[in-house]
Structure formats: structure tokens, C-alpha cells
């Protein structure tokens, strides 16, 4: 019996297992895998991989101005909805009504012309906001440059361009 080992005590049993359990954990990741241990990708593995790093580079800058954009909507749609005055009107309301009223219809139009009712918005505009409104025409040729300045009821100073009031009437005719 020379080449047989002595018989250990279960003491000595039990602190050789805690020696083992410690170099065992020591030589495995926290994820279960051995340490030490070289994962071979084959050929197609490795070109799916440079793959996806390549188009991740490419993609990159799209995906941040795509976030750099959805901050930005997300701003404009924080904004206040439109302001209404004392009555619970809005600017827009003020602007079907001023189109709908039958001095202004033109019998060949179902809407009238934008130009005739822009005089009539001023005066509009400030029955509805209670204030004064100011006419601007940096370029008096170009109607697209037109603009009233006012005072919203909320004491917030606004305007709203000859384009905007094209566009709003548009709308009200669908």
C-alpha cells in the first residue's frame, strides 16, 4: 500500500473542497464560462461580424441625427397648444369665422380670396386678443412677407405671416 494516499479526516476533507471551490470560481466568469477560454469564430462568423461593425460605423451618424431630431419634436410638441382669449376662442376660430361671414364670399369662390380678408384679420385679430395689432411689410411687393404683430391675451407677443393665414384658410375649406 505504498502508492496509495493516506485517508484524510473529514476536517481536512472539508477544507480541501473550500480550496478547490475558491480556485474553481476564480477560474470561471461571471457569466459561467471558463476563464482562459478562446472562442474560434470560422470564416463566415467573422465576415458576419466585420459586417455588422461596418455598418454600424456607417449608421451611427444617421441613428444621432435621428435622435438630435426626435429631441427637437419632442420640444416643438411640448409647446403650448393655441391660445384662446376671455370668450374661449382661438386665433384659428377667429379665422373660419372672418372666411365663413357672407360679406366676404365671393359667388364664384367657395372660399374667399386671401387678400381680401387679410385687411379684415387686423381688425379681427384685435376684437380677439383684446390689443392693438401692428402690420409689417418688410418687402410690400412680396404678399409672402406680410405680417400682423400682437399682444396675446396671455401678454405673450406673436405674429402671424400672410403664408400662415394662406395655409389656415386652405384648411378650413376641407
Not at 379665422?95 to 359667388?107: G, K, Q, V
Request: hydrophobic share 30%.
Amino acid at each position: 500500500m505504498s502508492g496509495e494516499l493516506p485517508k484524510l479526516t473529514k476536517a481536512q476533507q472539508a477544507q480541501q473542497a473550500a480550496i478547490q471551490a475558491r480556485a474553481d470560481a476564480r477560474s470561471y466568469r461571471s457569466d459561467g464560462t471558463p476563464k482562459g477560454l478562446r472562442i474560434q469564430r470560422t470564416q463566415e462568423a467573422q465576415d458576419i461580424y466585420d459586417e455588422s461593425v461596418r455598418l454600424s460605423a456607417k449608421l451611427f451618424p444617421m441613428a444621432v441625427s435621428g435622435l438630435k431630431e426626435s429631441k427637437k419634436q419632442s420640444k416643438n410638441a411640448s409647446k403650448p397648444r393655441p391660445i384662446k382669449n376671455e370668450l374661449g376662442e382661438t386665433l384659428d376660430d377667429v379665422i373660419r369665422t372672418l372666411a365663413n361671414e357672407p360679406s366676404h364670399r365671393d359667388e364664384q369662390r367657395d372660399t374667399p380670396l386671401p387678400n381680401v380678408l387679410w385687411p379684415h384679420l387686423k381688425t379681427a385679430i384685435e376684437e380677439w386678443s383684446g390689443g392693438d395689432c401692428k402690420e409689417s411689410r418688410p418687402d410690400a411687393n412680396k404678399r409672402d412677407s406680410w405680417l400682423y404683430s400682437f399682444t396675446r391675451t396671455d401678454g405673450i407677443k406673436d405674429t402671424i405671416t400672410y403664408q400662415t393665414f394662406r395655409r389656415k384658410l386652405a384648411k378650413n375649406k376641407k
